[in-house]
C-alpha cells in the first residue's frame, strides 16, 4: 500500500488525526517489512499488536505470522481497517484499551505470542512495564517508539539516561535498539525521531534470589538521585546507618555510591546480600 493509497483512504472516509492519541501512521513497505523481520514473526507465530491505527503494519503482519490480534482504541478507525485489511483472515481486530485489559484474564485463553507495534508515544513505558511487571506467556516485544525513551531502555550505569525502568527491564529481559527511524518516515510526521526496540524475556537472566527485593533496590536506588545508596537504603528499608554501610561494603561499592551508578547485575548482588541478612 502507497503513501498516497493511504492518505486516499484516510480522506475517503473523512478521518482525522486526535493528536492526543499520538496518531502516526507508517507507510513505507520497506519499513514495514524490516520490523516485521526484526521482531522474528514467522509462520508460527502469534502477534499482539497494540494501536493498530490504520493497519498497515496490520496487513504486513498478517503476511508473516500464524495469526495476529490487533487493538485499537480509536473506534474512527473501522471504516479505514475494513478497506486497509479487506482480504485478510488470519487477523481480528480489537477495539479496547489494552492498558485496561488485566493481563493474567487477557493471557488466560492465549498461546504464547510476540507483541509488535508502532506505538502511540503516550502508551509506551506504561505499556512495556505492563508486559514486564505481568505477563507470562510474552516471549518479546518489538516496538517503535520514541528515541529519547529507547536510549532509556538501553542506557548505561551513571549516564543521564540511566534509570529505575532500565534496570527493572534487566531483571527479566534483554533489551536492544535494532532500528533507527527518522521522522519522515510517519504519516503524519511527528516532532521526533523513533527506534525499534526489542525486548526478549528470559528466565531469571540476573539469577536473583528474590525478584522483589530486587524491584525494591531498584525503586530505593533511583528514589533520590542528590542521595547517596545508604541514605536512600536506610530511607527506604528501615536499616540503620551501620548496616546499611556494611551491606555496601560486602557488595564492594564505594562508600558514597548513588544508585544511579549500578549496573543491573550490582542491584541484583545488593538484593542477594539484603536478603541474606533478613534471614
Known sequence: MSDLNLKDILIANGFTFKKKLGQNFITDRNLLSDIVQKAGVTKDSVVVEIGCGAGTLTRELCKSAKYVYAYEIDERLKPVLSMTLAGVENCEVVFRDFLKLRMDV???????????????????TPLIMQFVEYSQKCASVCVMIQEEVARRLTAEPGTAEYGAITAQIALRAKCSIVKSVKREMFYPRPNVDSSLVRIDFMESPLGVKDPAVYKKCVKAGFANRR????????????????????????????????????????????ADRLCEIKQ
Do not use: H, W
Open 106 to 124: 487477557f493471557e488466560k485463553e492465549m498461546p504464547p505470542y510476540v507483541v509488535v507495534a508502532n506505538l502511540p508515544y503516550y502508551i509506551t
Open 227 to 270: 542521595k547517596t545508596l545508604e541514605n536512600n537504603l536506610v530511607q527506604s528499608f528501615g536499616l540503620t546507618r551501620e548496616i546499611a554501610k556494611d551491606i555496601i561494603a560486602d557488595c564492594g561499592f564505594a562508600a558514597d555510591i548513588r544508585g544511579e551508578r549500578l549496573s543491573p547485575g550490582d542491584f541484583c548482588s545488593l
